[in-house]
């Protein structure tokens, strides 16, 4: 069988790069004693797989992953057990038996909600921030330098990336907004980018935190989607 | 620390995970009357990987009351961070500065590291030399291998255990607990620790020196012994192991379950340092090796189990436990690694059932290339022995070997510097006269040379190093030697940290001087090239009026008095005396197990059972 769940990482497990992340749930999985499904081959590895990559630094209430097992585990003990064992920081919820069909969730993965605390130096005003917001919502391209792979510089759009975004507040020093980005197999909204825009914007420096709230899929039943309110 | 704070700190760095904690199987303890912090001066992934560490983490969190935190040494960014945010270093589990702690240990596992000691002492506003540390400072402790020659850090330290910590480490808390219970001073604690059998007290005692160098080092403390004889660990088979071993998030150096199956190794080559340090061989039994092995896998979810010791396919039990262990792990897909095996141990079997769980490349260390050097260093395997042993590899699927050698061995010709390429040679002619369709493919022979290090405690502990330019000429004279060997590659290292290394092994208190000097022009992770600043180096050598060659290159007189003499590690000097002898008259010592020796004197003779067996 095949079950879906929802990985939650706060505080420090927020420093953990996605490497690590995978390695210590591989880790959890067998601790907790799951009948796992392996890969065939030379280095055999447990059949498990999540639908994206978190940036490290970043907490999450949205991390959906995929395991196959051999013996059939309600979602309900897949929970608790893997629960009972997971480092501090981190839970499992929303487990599901994976619809029949499906490949991958990577390639179902449309988008991504996050909420991001923008802490800038000096004194910005909610006005202020407002203006910033709506420059970037209103440009047709919003320029950021992006790293190849190969280190290099090149200039990158993320104005078709950012579908939504609203200022819900201030938290402390920190503005608080409700970002909704484009997030695909190819890639996605890259936050850094927005928050550094943001920055720019204000005339400011400053740091961020972030949070990822949920992803959407194109077609998995069960799953959040974009504009079917499934988000609730 | 807040938690902001530590954010912002690792919002800077490039490996964040090194300092966030919370591994599965971390103890927390919010309550606690004495605070222990286990230092290691590396970085994380290394001091992680250390199993002393996590044997001392079970044993001292298993005291009650007492809570023992982990701290490591920053890489440069974090150090660049915290002095910039003027925050404290601070301890994995409660996020504490060191300075908090009752009690401050380090972990002595290499002589590069010992800069990063004091690193970690300024970033906690504690002072280096035990004597301008008041009564509101931590206690501040060492122990582990380096520590049989405590002497270039012993300025640093106001005790050190000498030896097994397992017992040691608690006498010591229970010690620290009763001084502070009877409202003593410093002075009166460090009495009851220089007490504790293992245990040195370097402030109780002074070392004398003339133009020439060192002359002798006697207690100045009526509580302090003659000689700190090293702690012995009786009954490995019963003491704790690592309890719940801590599962790190990010990989570290050994990342994955570790079995000690043995200590101490019973074959007496004359430059190893730990084949004469952790004498007596101990076991532990196969039962106990499978009890651990299952819940070691089961509180972990490590898929990997390793059995270690300094000579894996000497344990007595060997072939009985293999076939078990491998069984029982298989079922849990979990593989088992045997990593230090000699190349005269007879596995072929194990090795084949080995590669159908996981390819992983073999390693064999013949250490010199002729045989007669290898009987000066009485590493009692033959060219047969190896060539034997890779012709299983080969046949067993491996194409990969790597070899291990030294250079720069006392006594050491052109002709052994040779050798070791005419023996990579026969390893590759060997694999191409093997049937093509029984061969595993694709061969590649990884041979590496590293300097010798003269080593205190050893035979070899009176030995010159070679110089700098000796060791490149020999360098030369091997690398040209090696070319055009098929399916072979060869590796060897600077001379300059080898020097270094040599030094620091067999220095004196001086050298607590150079290493503050040292620290002041910036060096730290020594051994990390990236890191390493000769120059630096030889500016605080000049700086204290010493020159590192006196240390390392000068060839000392059996019989001359020895900076690490009042450390008596079991093995007697008589002893090692015979062995040097013997080394330079090419004649071999046959392994303990088919006749005792007599390494340890008739004073601890009833310490070793491996004769008698």
Known sequence: MRIIAKLHEHEQAAFLSHLDMQRSLQRSLRRADMPLAYSQGFNPHPLMAFAGALSTGFESDGEYFDVRLTEDVTPRDFEDRLNAVL???????????APEGLSTLTGQLQAARYTLWLTAEGEITPEQMEAALDRVLSASEVTVQKRTKSGAMVPQNLRPQLLQARLLGRDGAAFTLDVLGELTAGGGLRMDALAGVLLDFLGSKGFFRCRREEMYFADVPGLPSLGKGNDE | MKQETLHQLLNRVEKPARYIGGEYNMVVKEQADLRFALCFPDVYEIGMSHLGSRILYHVLNGMEGVSCERCYAPWSDMEAALREAGEPLFTLETRRPLKDFEIVGFSLLYEMCYTNILTMLELSGIPFFSRDRGEDMPLIVAGGPCAVNPEPIADFMDAIVIGDGEEAEVELVEAYRASRAAGETKTQLLERLAKIPGVYVPSFYAAEYDEQGFVCIHPTNPNAPEKVVRRILKDLDGAPFVGKQLVPHMQIVHDRVALEVMRGCTRGCRFCQAGYIYRPVRERSKETLLEQAEELVACTGYDEVSLLSLS????????????????RMEKKRVSVALPSLRVDSLLKEELEKMQSIRKAGLTFAPEA??????DVINKNVTEQDLLRACEDAFLSGWAGV?????I????????????????VK??????FSLPKEQRAKGLRITASASTFVPKPHTAFQWCAQNEPEEIRRKQRLLSDAMRGIRGAEFHYHPSFLSVLEAAFSRGDRRLSGVLVEAHNRGCRFDSWSEHFKPDAWQEAFAACGLTVEEYAHRQRALGEALPWGHIDVV????????????????ITTPDCRQGCNGC?????ADYCQTARA
């Open chain 2, 402 to 406: 790597k070899l291990y050698f030294m």
């Open chain 2, 408 to 423: 720069g061995l006392p006594g050491e010709t052109d002709e052994d510097v040779l050798g070791i390429a005419e023996l």
């Open chain 2, 426 to 431: 026969k390893v590759s002619r060997l694999y």
């Open chain 2, 571 to 586: 093995v007697t000097e008589r002893y090692l005396q015979k062995e040097y002898e013997k080394a330079m008259a090419g």
């Open chain 1, 87 to 97: 480092s501090p920081g981190l839970f499992v919820s929303n487990a599901m038996q």
């Open chain 2, 312 to 327: 894996t396919g000497d344990y007595s039990a060997l072939h009985d436990l293999l076939p078990e262990i491998m069984d």
């Open chain 2, 600 to 604: 340890f004197g008739r004073a601890y």
């Open chain 2, 369 to 374: 290339g002729t045989q007669r050097m290898r």
